[in-house]
């Protein structure tokens, strides 16, 4: 049997892996607004990422960063972390905020369409949490020549590399998918074989793709 090629879906180009990259990124050009908040929340490097390219002096103010990238961009980046939960799903994460932060303005700085509505959860809590949408994300389309060989390993690094995996092709019983997370799985169809990196981080889905391959061997 040959060797299983590795496929990531990420815009990151990565050594061991064919990049398969699933998501585009748009920013939206429009100022942000820091003048009723004195603390952000990020949670996802592309924000961070995003906001850096609108406005450097989102730098002078403190940073809740939601994942363990999200930290390292904002470290890298001249950011401050302020804190940064060990859990970061949906409810866990809200009651995270409200219990440590309900006294600040925080300011959440997001993509167009997330998956868990944080602003709704924290008003019911009695917290105000401000949002600014700074980017989106849409589906790259590929033809079905670009569909994974048999037996691929396929690495998806978020609940929109999946929606966007299955906009394009069809799920192959051969495959075998590496998850980022937890709240990636609960996007993964039933059907599908799949293993979870030991960390939120792609490099930990490599590893665990690379593993995965040398048992076939």
């Not at 849409?138 to 079905?144: N, Q």
Request: aromatic share 10%; hydrophobic share 35%; net charge positive.
């Amino acid at each position: 049997m040959k060797e299983s090629i590795i496929y990531l879906l990420s815009p990151l180009k990565k050594e061991e892996t064919v990049s398969l990259s699933m998501i585009q990124f748009t920013l939206i050009d429009k100022p942000i607004d820091f003048s009723n908040c004195d603390t952000l929340m990020f949670t996802s490097k592309q924000a961070v990422v995003s906001a850096d390219k609108l406005d450097k002096s989102w730098k002078n103010y403190p940073s809740i960063a939601i994942g363990k990238a999200t930290k390292q961009k904002i470290e890298e980046l001249g950011g401050r972390v302020l804190y940064s939960p060990k859990k970061f799903y949906g409810e866990v994460l809200a009651k995270d905020i409200q219990k440590n932060f309900s006294t600040k303005k925080l300011l959440y700085l997001r993509p167009k369409v997330v998956s868990f509505d944080s602003k709704a959860y924290l008003s019911n809590a009695g917290i105000q949490l401000n949002e600014q949408i700074i980017y989106e994300t849409s589906c790259v389309k590929y033809s079905k020549e670009d569909k994974p060989k048999e037996n691929a390993i396929i690495i998806f690094t978020s609940p929109s590399t999946i929606k966007c995996f299955f906009e394009n092709f069809d799920w192959n019983d051969s495959y075998r998918a590496i998850l980022i997370g937890k709240a990636t799985k609960e996007h993964l169809p039933k059907e599908c074989s799949f293993e979870i990196a030991d960390e939120p981080l792609i490099d930990s889905c490599i590893k665990k793709a690379l593993e995965t391959r040398k048992k076939d061997r």
